[in-house]
C-alpha cells in the first residue's frame, strides 16, 4: 500500500523568509502524480502545485516549488518570500496513475510571524 | 458561487444517531470524493464516484458508512447508529474527471461531533 509521510507536524517562518516543507513516501509504481494541497482556517483545501514522476523538471508555481527526488522518493515544498496569507496546513498527496484516488500525509502546520 | 458546497456545516448528534450528510460537486464534474479528516489527522479516503461506473467503496471503514450520489451529480453519505469515533470532518471533493490531470475541488466540510 502506498504511504505519505509529512515528519514536520509543525513549522514557522518570518514574512518574507523562505520555508521548505518535507514529505516521503512509498510507493511500488513507475507512473505517478504527486501534490501539496493548502487547508487554511476555512478547511476548504487549494491545490498549490502538481508534479508528475515521469518529469524530471520540478513544478514550480510563482513563489511555490518543489524539489522532486524520485530515486529518495522525497517531494519537498518550498515557499519563498513567505507570506501572511501562507499560513494553513500543508499535505502532501499521492496518486498513481490506475488508481481512482489520493492517499494524502498527515499535515503540515505552517505558521507565518509577521 | 460554483464551488463544491456541503451541508451542514456542523452537525452535532447523539451516540447511535443516523445521520445524513450532502454535498453538491461542481456542475460537469463527473468525479466525486468523500475523504474524512480526525482532529490533527490527514485525510482518510473513504469512497469514490466516477460517472455511471460502480463507486470504489475500498474506504468505508464499516456498515454502518454508506454513501449514493444521484443523478450523477449530488451525493449523500450516511452513517447509521453513530459512534463517538465518528467524529470528524467530513470533505467533499469533486473534479472534473480523474484526480491527476484536473485538480480536486473541495468543499468546506461537515464537522460532525458525536456526543
Known amino acids: 500500500a502506498q504511504t505519505v509521510t509529512q515528519s514536520q507536524p509543525e513549522m514557522s517562518v518570518q514574512e518574507a523568509e523562505t520555508v521548505t516543507l518535507s514529505c516521503t513516501y512509498d510507493t511500488s509504481e513507475s507512473d505517478y502524480y504527486l501534490f501539496w494541497y493548502k487547508q487554511p482556517p476555512s478547511r476548504q483545501m487549494i491545490l498549490v502545485i502538481r508534479?508528475?514522476?515521469?518529469?524530471?523538471q520540478n513544478a514550480t508555481e510563482n513563489r511555490f516549488s518543489v524539489n522532486f527526488q524520485k530515486a529518495a522518493k522525497s517531494f519537498s515544498l518550498k515557499i519563498s518570500d513567505s507570506q501572511l496569507g501562507d499560513a494553513a496546513m500543508y499535505f502532501c498527496a499521492y496518486g498513481y496513475n490506475a488508481g481512482n484516488m489520493l492517499t494524502f500525509g498527515g499535515g503540515t502546520r505552517l505558521m507565518v510571524k509577521p | 458561487g460554483a464551488g463544491v458546497s456541503q451541508s451542514p456545516s456542523n452537525k452535532v448528534t447523539e451516540k447511535g444517531k443516523d445521520v445524513e450528510l450532502r454535498c453538491d460537486p461542481i456542475s460537469g464534474h463527473t468525479a466525486l470524493y468523500w475523504y474524512r479528516q480526525s482532529l490533527g489527522q490527514g485525510l482518510e479516503f473513504l469512497i469514490y464516484f466516477q460517472g455511471n461506473s460502480a463507486p470504489d467503496k475500498s474506504g468505508l471503514p464499516s456498515d454502518r458508512f454508506s454513501a449514493e450520489r444521484t443523478g450523477g451529480s449530488v451525493s449523500t453519505l450516511t452513517i447509521q447508529r453513530t459512534q463517538q469515533e465518528d467524529s470528524a470532518v467530513y470533505l467533499c471533493?469533486?473534479?472534473?474527471?480523474?484526480?491527476?490531470?484536473?485538480?480536486?475541488?473541495f468543499g468546506n466540510g461537515t464537522r460532525l461531533t458525536v456526543t
Open positions: 508534479q508528475e514522476a515521469y518529469k524530471q
Open positions: 471533493a469533486s473534479t472534473r474527471s480523474g484526480p491527476y490531470n484536473s485538480p480536486l475541488h
